[in-house]
């Protein structure tokens, strides 16, 4: 058996795999990358060539241009492929459209970079698929105790129930342009909400991407001075625009955001969000947790959150751990 931990190693422009001389989201251009999601703290123009899910392909070449890298090839979900010394295989990791784990494998040794990834059911993307490994290497962007998320579908209720008690305001719901806008789209659309959804000009595109991968988003509008949306209505944009001259337009406007940072108050209070709504991307403590012990991994690497209370968690239930201290990865799915 190979020595998993010589599968992966850290280096400034990110994890490197010296066998299949590729990197796993680079945060510079690189000659090789193998993506994980479309969010952009993870995928980056200039490299020589991509190898990404179908999905995540399309996404960068919507967020960046058709010529985001020099070449590109599509990864599709649990085909396994050669590159140099390893077997390369990309499983579901439940957090947008298009994410995967990425799973390295040599001589019965085998590590797996999770990207983001969540357990929460999601109506617009593939569940999260639990792959044994030797190494797990985790995010913890809410690797902290008090993080417990609730179920999004009664967050959801919670909007809605805010919409029909103040029907004279618009709802607008600040929601990250990819992943979390849909998902909220296709849960308001769960819970029985038909009307018309009204869009920022920055998530129609996506929307209209993820609407042509067959998820149904029902009838979406752009909301625009020339395409007010009426009093009562539900209006999706990007958080910045949220308490911006754009949304002071329309009637009466009630400020919303969706995100796993709502559990935190004085962050709902900072921002001026009259509802707050814990609706995340990101698994929470317990599933971070959880999720670890179910790959069976004896060691964990934790990257882009909060490590050290992972890493401690890891070595007081007898498994091993390092933070990676990994630089240049944000919470923009947040």
């Not at 007010?228 to 002071?248: E, N, Q, Y």
């Not at 882009?304 to 240049?328: D, K, Q, S, T, Y």
Request: glycine share 8%.
């Amino acid at each position: 058996m190979a020595e998993p931990r010589s599968l992966l190693r850290l280096r400034p422009e990110g994890l490197w795999c010296p066998e299949g001389d590729f990197y796993i989201d680079p945060i510079r251009p690189v000659p090789r990358a193998l993506i994980t999601h479309g969010h952009s703290d993870h995928a980056r123009s200039g490299h020589g060539s991509v190898l990404a899910t179908r999905e995540t392909l399309d996404i960068m070449a919507i967020r960046y241009g058709g010529s985001f890298a020099g070449s590109t090839e599509e990864a599709r979900l649990g085909e396994a492929r050669t590159i140099g010394g390893v077997t390369v295989t990309f499983h579901p990791a439940g957090h947008v459209l298009g994410s995967a784990q990425i799973a390295i494998e040599k001589h019965g040794a085998r590590i797996v970079a999770s990207g983001d990834y969540k357990r929460e059911r999601d109506p617009t993307c593939a569940p999260f698929e639990v792959v044994p490994c030797d190494i797990f290497i985790t995010e913890a962007t809410f690797g902290l105790p008090v993080f417990c998320h609730p179920p999004a579908a009664e967050e959801i209720r919670r909007l809605l129930d805010s919409m029909r008690q103040f029907p004279e305001r618009t709802h607008i719901v600040g929601a990250y342009a990819l992943g979390k806008a849909q998902r909220l789209i296709a849960l308001a659309r769960e819970a029985g909400y038909t009307e018309t959804i009204y869009l920022h000009g920055a998530l129609i595109r996506l929307c209209d991407y993820y609407r042509s991968r067959g998820i149904d988003l029902g009838p979406l509008e752009p909301a625009t001075s020339e395409n007010a949306p009426p009093a009562g209505a539900l209006v999706i944009a990007p958080p910045s625009a949220v308490d911006d001259r754009w949304s002071r337009r329309f009637a009466d406007p009630l400020a919303s955001f969706a995100s796993g940072w709502m559990r935190i108050r004085q962050r709902a209070k900072q921002r001026g969000v009259e509802l707050p709504l814990i609706i995340s991307d990101h698994s929470d403590w317990n599933d971070l947790t959880a999720t670890i012990r179910e790959t069976g991994a004896e060691e964990v690497w934790v990257t882009h959150g909060r490590e050290e209370a992972l890493v401690r968690w890891c070595e007081l239930n007898g498994i091993r751990a390092r933070p990676l201290h990994l630089a240049g990865y944000e919470d923009e799915a947040e």
